[in-house]
Each structure stands twice: as C-alpha cells, then as structure tokens.
C-alpha cells in the first residue's frame, strides 16, 4: 500500500524514480537497482539522442516563431490631418503651413510591420471632416492628427499637436513646441517625424533641393560650366537660396559661383 507519509523534497531527477519503486503494479516497479542507475544516468547513445531532439525541437519552434512573425498581416494605420486650428483671420497663414505639413506627411512610407495610409487632405474638405468622429465614422481613420497654432504676440507661435488613435480616442503621442516667425516653417517637418516616430515607420528624406527651387537650381549649374556663365549661375542660385533656404545645396552652389566671379574678376557680383 501507498505509505500515508511524504518523504522529504529531494532532487528532481528522483520524482520519477520514487513514484516508480512505489507502483501498485509490481511488474512497473523497476526489476533492479541497475535499472533505477540506467534512468538516472543514460548511456551516452541515449543522452546524445535526447540532445538532438531537444535541439530540434527548439529550431522548429524557432523556425514557426520566424515564419509567424515574418507571415503576420501588417498593422493597418490610416492617418487623417484635420484642418489646424488657429485663431481668427489667419486663414491664408494656416492654409500653407497645412499644405505643406500634408505633403510632408504623404511621403511616409509603409514598412513589413506597418501598412501605412495617408487620407487626402482633398477628401477630408470633400467630406468636411473637422472631429475625430468623423474621421472615424466618414473615412474610416485609424488616427488623427490634430494641430492647434497659438500665436503669442507676433514673437512666438506655440504648436501643439495630438496624434489620436481614433476608436478609443486616447492620445498616444502629444508635442507641444514654441516657434520664432521666422521658425514656423519647420514646423511641417516636425510634425511629419512626430507621426513616423510615434508610428515606428522610417523617417522621410529631406529632397537635397525643393521643388520649388530646383529649375533655378540646375539652370546655375548648367551656366556655371560655361566661362561666360557665371553671373547668370549667380542670379539662377541667389533665386535657389530663396526659395529654399534650408537646402545646403542651393548656399553651398551660390559660395561657389561668389567665389569662381571673386576669382576672375575681384568681385562677388554678378555684372
């Protein structure tokens, strides 16, 4: 009979061992002491055989946890850009720093773990999406990205930005950030990597030189290639400069024809 007492805990490997020798059957119990020395030491056969499949069942386990994680459908996000709030008559103001921001924004790219979105700023005026609500209900948005500008004087605009996710509604990422006049034209850029950041999804590439810039660009370094160019490459990259000024490219190309016309003529202007 099975004895009423516990022995004390002892080593682990005994366990099987113990509830063996006391089998009800005893054509279960071990049939001598060389059969309990053989389970608790193996033959080395038997040892290496046991390692080997514990080794391969760890890499198919590793293998389906590699092809889960590689075959998961991605996360879906669709980002929806409410119009900015700002205060009254800086419509015209608020407008470009909106368009801008919108266009920063629809360069993100999807990545594998995150199919990535941007509803049109066009379908949001279509539809005259101005809540979170909306953007949920009307266009299906996943996440809003709201924009409040607060100018403070004339000296500094304050941003603060609310990237929501739109279902429960909680705000998973806020910015908030003071900006000089002359500042305020970051702020697209800013808001941009906030999404990308919050999101995990790769940041966007600044353009070595904008749009907006680039005909005058090239156009100075076609005239700077030619000896009798050089005023005209001077007042194509001086148009550069100004209609990018946060390219390296349109100063650094100006500095060069200043200092090719310094160079042949003693002065930096064009004639």
């Known amino acids: 009979e099975r004895p009423a007492w516990k022995p004390p805990r002892g080593y682990g490997k005994w366990d099987y061992i113990v509830a063996r020798c006391l089998a009800a059957d005893p054509a279960r119990r071990f049939q001598s002491a060389d059969e309990v020395a053989t389970t608790l030491d193996p033959p080395l056969r038997r040892r290496w055989l046991v390692t080997a499949l514990m080794a391969a069942v760890l890499a198919i386990a590793s293998g389906l946890v590699t092809y889960q994680r590689a075959t998961a459908p991605a ?131 600044s353009p070595p030189v904008n749009g907006a810039a680039r005909k005058e660009y090239l156009e100075g370094l076609a005239d700077m290639r030619r000896d009798s160019g050089v005023d005209s490459a001077l007042n194509h990259f001086a148009k550069a400069v100004v209609a990018d000024l946060d390219s390296p490219l349109t100063h650094a190309a100006l500095a060069e024809a200043q200092w090719i016309k310094y160079h042949n003529t003693g002065t930096t202007r064009a004639g």
């Open 75 to 205: 996360e879906t996000v669709r980002l929806a850009l409410l119009p900015f709030s700002m205060g009254p008559g800086e419509s015209a103001w608020a407008e470009g720093l909106y368009r801008d921001t919108a266009n920063r924004i629809a360069l993100i790219k999807s990545d594998r773990k995150t199919r990535f979105t941007f509803i049109p700023p066009n379908k949001i005026a279509r539809d005259r999406v101005d809540t979170l609500e909306k953007a949920r209900a009307v266009l299906g948005a996943t996440h809003v990205l709201r924009v409040v500008f607060d100018r403070r004087s004339g000296v500094t605009t304050n941003v603060r930005a609310f990237l929501t996710e739109a279902h429960s509604g909680v705000n998973a990422k806020e910015w908030d950030a003071d900006y000089k006049p002359e500042q305020t034209r970051y702020a697209p850029t800013a808001l941009a990597g906030m999404v990308t950041a919050e999101l995990h999804l790769s940041p966007v590439e």
